[in-house]
């Protein structure tokens, strides 16, 4: 199976992580009913101010559409960075970045 991934790198900058676990665990429930992936996990900067989420599977894109809704419908995302890598983390794989509007 090839590895593609999602990396979701976003602003953060609320006082309250409460936002962030609701939206981590949104995304991994949405990931593993889907049945497209793995939800690998997040990051969170000590001072809040930026986070990423990490999530795996062999669509990148199937797997970015079925967290797209929430993604867009999260205001803490607007403005982050998707990464839609389609292969596994080495030199000239290809990738996708847009930003959240």
């Known amino acids: 199976m090839e590895?593609?991934?999602?990396?979701?790198?976003?602003?953060?900058?609320l006082t309250d992580l409460e936002?962030?676990?609701?939206l981590s665990s949104k995304l991994d429930s949405i990931v593993e009913d889907s049945?497209?992936?793995e939800y690998d996990g997040?990051?969170?900067?000590?001072?809040?101010?930026?986070?990423?989420?990490y999530i795996?599977?062999?669509?990148?894109?199937?797997l970015y559409?079925?967290?797209?809704?929430?993604?867009?419908s999260t205001s803490f995302m607007k403005g982050a960075n998707i990464k839609l890598r389609?292969?596994?983390p080495e030199d000239g794989?290809?990738?996708?970045?847009?930003?959240?509007?």
């Open 3 to 13: 590895e593609q991934a999602i990396i979701i790198v976003f602003n953060y900058g």
């Open 19 to 22: 936002p962030f676990y609701d």
């Open 35 to 37: 049945g497209l992936g």
């Open 42 to 53: 997040h990051e969170m900067a000590v001072d809040y101010s930026d986070g990423s989420f």
């Open 56 to 62: 795996y599977g062999p669509d990148a894109v199937k």
């Open 65 to 72: 559409e079925v967290i797209k809704p929430v993604i867009e």
């Open 86 to 88: 389609f292969g596994p």
């Open 93 to 101: 794989v290809q990738e996708t970045n847009f930003i959240v509007s």
